[in-house]
């Protein structure tokens, strides 16, 4: 690291670890665009407050610093780098808001009920007008039942429950956005929740502030204006890299003047030509310009457009590495595993990564898509948590993995059964050992054997306990669980939930998702965990990678948020376009603008973009028109 380089925006550094201070706390709001080093600078001020004499108010007093952070992995990253420190509460904003308002039952329960009625109030006016006979009709009287029966409900609640990372289906619990929701609101009209909130965290630190939910940010500028001089609000983000719909527009504009706002300016992350690519998407935005860091290599950018219908994006995409890796005279390019290919939603990541066939029915189940990127939920707990571990144990003959697998999971040998064996608890140990070996016997056989397959294999074996989102698909298997009255319970929660009435579109995904080899649910597995080499144009925010190949194909996405035929000019603009625009108004290509700008911040060495267009030769004009790529960086290919 040169001297020049580390001190260039060391003034923002400064002011930021100023505003901590405990006993004068001043609110910021750091203005720095892609890879200049936010996050770092929010871990080094964190650092640097609690090591010096605040450090010990803090332990004194048993306040915290507050952090806010967008996803769970960089909730842990940052936790990791700050050495667990347990003045310092690292948590997403919906842990968080589930931890100011968790408790309040009656509020709570009371907010649930007005909200019922005013969106069953919104339904029955929908209804009036509209047909029933649609399927949106049909949807729309469905919902207004089950909200009905969740507002005839809502007294017998004695306590309400939340998880910030599963998909909260029972009758007792609260969804994702009316935890949000109503912590905005909580945080509004009560002034006690405020006195709780900044006696806990006199300082409260936001990362990626563009993109918190705007309401809940409101409620945190009003705290701040009531408690500023004894509350810090430090908000880190980059209005460029807003990409979700949920954020405050114009954030930055809404800022107090009394506040601190640092500058960071240097991109530690980027080639110089990437910087100078990103600069130039960014330039009409806001002018903010960027420089590299001194000792940046030059880098590579290439886009590469090819024509949308009647080709196959594989061998186009392979095709692209291989370009990469001449120009670029990086042979890492061809291998695959090197490269970050970015798509634009999941399912095209399942495609390219080879787990769509598991994937895409679940995926089609609105409710279950939060489970499904998380990797929670019982049913793909089972396979992840259960099967797979065991499967690999088995396969790389880890017999003493393999054990500590059933010991801690299998019900052939929890407690119970080994002293219902008594002194046949030889034969038991038998039994599991028998079933191991069939398992694995199975795979080897089958290298593409189905997770049915599977799944009937373990029932069979009773290897592991079947949920009861997967009882349905083995022989016997809903009986058994309705045997029992805690399932049972389990499953009237899950058919009678608040919002999912009717649970056979579920149980046609999973019958259609469990036809996938296990092997898919493996590859799936690897994919939500991050380790994969895919990922989506949203999901890398905040990430870096070397070499970094963006996919778009708005025909392949069907999205409707980002638009990028329109943006380079393939496709005319719509009526709303031009009238947003012509409000200042977001609009799709303001939307996309920033999350090109998202993904091409990313790369660290090199950077292609595969862009597969309805009219090739169109857009390849219109993005020279732009004058953000040189003309020998745009290429055309079929
Ligand atoms: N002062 C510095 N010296 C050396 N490397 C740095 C410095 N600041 C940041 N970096 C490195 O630059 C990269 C980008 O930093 P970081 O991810 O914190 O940026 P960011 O502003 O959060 O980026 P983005 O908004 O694009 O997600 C990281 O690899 C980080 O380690």
Excluded at 186 to 200: A, D, E, N, Q
Excluded at 441 to 450: C, N, T
Aim: aromatic share 8%.
């Amino acid at each position: 690291m040169t001297d020049v380089d580390d001190q260039f925006d060391a003034e923002a550094d400064a002011t930021i670890i100023e505003c901590l201070n405990l006993a004068e706390p001043r609110s910021f709001f750091l203005y720095a665009g892609a890879g200049s080093g936010k996050t770092r600078s929010l871990v080094n001020a964190v650092r640097k407050t609690i090591d010096n004499e605040h450090g010990r108010l803090l332990t004194l007093t048993g306040k915290k610093i507050g952090v806010i952070t967008y996803t769970n992995a960089a909730c842990d990253e940052i936790k990791q780098r700050l050495e667990f420190d347990p003045r310092v509460e690292v948590m997403t904003i919906h842990a968080f808001s589930w931890s100011l308002i968790e408790g309040f039952n009656a509020d709570i329960r009371q907010w649930v009920a007005k909200n019922l009625e005013e969106e069953i109030i919104e339904l029955e006016e929908q209804h009036r007008k509209g047909r029933s006979n649609t399927k949106a009709g049909i949807e729309r009287l469905r919902s207004m039942e089950s909200k009905r029966r969740r507002l005839a409900r809502l007294n017998s609640i004695v306590k309400f429950i939340y998880s910030p990372t599963s998909d909260n289906r029972t009758r007792d619990s609260l969804n994702h956005s009316e935890v949000i929701a109503m912590t905005a609101t909580f945080l509004t009209s009560k002034p006690g929740l405020r006195r709780i909130l900044v006696s806990r965290c006199p300082v409260l630190l936001i990362d990626e502030s563009q993109d918190t939910n705007k309401s809940l940010m409101d409620a945190f500028l009003h705290l701040e204006e009531e408690f500023h001089g004894r509350f810090s609000l430090g908000l880190f983000g980059d209005m460029m890299q807003r990409i979700y719909s949920d954020g405050k527009e114009q954030l930055d504009k809404a800022i107090p003047a009394r506040w601190a706002m640092p500058r960071k300016r240097m991109n530690h992350r980027c080639p110089s030509r990437v910087v100078e690519v990103i600069n130039n998407i960014r330039h009409d935005v806001d002018g903010e310009k960027q420089v590299p860091r001194s000792d940046a290599e030059k880098g590579v950018v290439r886009v590469f457009i090819a024509p949308q219908a009647g080709v196959d994006p594989f061998a186009i995409e392979a095709a692209v590495r291989q370009r990469m890796a001449t120009i670029a005279d990086d042979p890492a390019w061809e291998n695959s595993d090197a490269v970050k290919t970015l798509a634009l939603e999941h399912l095209m990541s399942a495609r390219r990564f080879g787990f769509v066939g598991f994937f895409e029915p679940l995926w089609g189940i609105e409710n279950l898509r939060t489970s499904l990127l998380q990797g929670t939920g019982a049913g793909l707990g089972f396979f992840i948590r259960d099967v797979l571990p065991l499967v690999k144990a088995l396969r790389a003959n880890d017999r003493f993995g393999a054990t500590a697998i059933i010991k801690a999971s299998s019900p052939l040998l929890d407690r119970a059964a080994l002293q219902e064996a008594g002194s046949n608890q030889v034969a038991q140990l038998g039994r599991a050992k028998a079933a191991c070996d069939g398992l694995l016997a199975l795979i080897q056989k089958q290298p593409e054997v189905s997770a049915l397959a599977v799944l009937e294999f373990v029932a069979h074996t009773g290897l592991f306990t079947i949920p009861d989102t997967l009882a349905p698909f083995v022989p016997g298997g809903v009986e058994a669980a309705t045997q029992d009255n805690a399932a049972q319970d389990d499953l009237e929660d899950q058919t009678e939930g608040r919002e999912a009435e009717d649970t056979s579109p579920q149980l046609s995904a999973w019958s259609k998702a469990l036809e996938a080899p296990l092997s898919q649910i493996e590859l799936y597995d690897v994919y939500v965990r991050g380790q994969s080499q895919f990922g989506t144009h949203q999901g890398v925010k905040g990430l870096e990678f070397s070499r970094v190949l963006v996919v778009i194909n708005d025909d392949e996405a069907r999205g409707f948020l980002f638009a990028y035929d329109k943006f380079f000019g393939a496709k005319e603009k719509s009526k709303a376009d031009h009238e947003n625009e012509a409000a200042g108004r977001d609009s799709s290509s303001d939307r996309t603008r920033r999350l090109f700008y998202v993904t091409c911040s990313r790369a660290e060495q090199s950077l292609a973009i595969v862009y597969y267009s309805p009219n090739p030769e169109l857009a390849r004009n219109a993005i020279l028109q732009y004058g953000w790529f040189e003309q020998g960086e745009v290429e055309l290919i079929n």
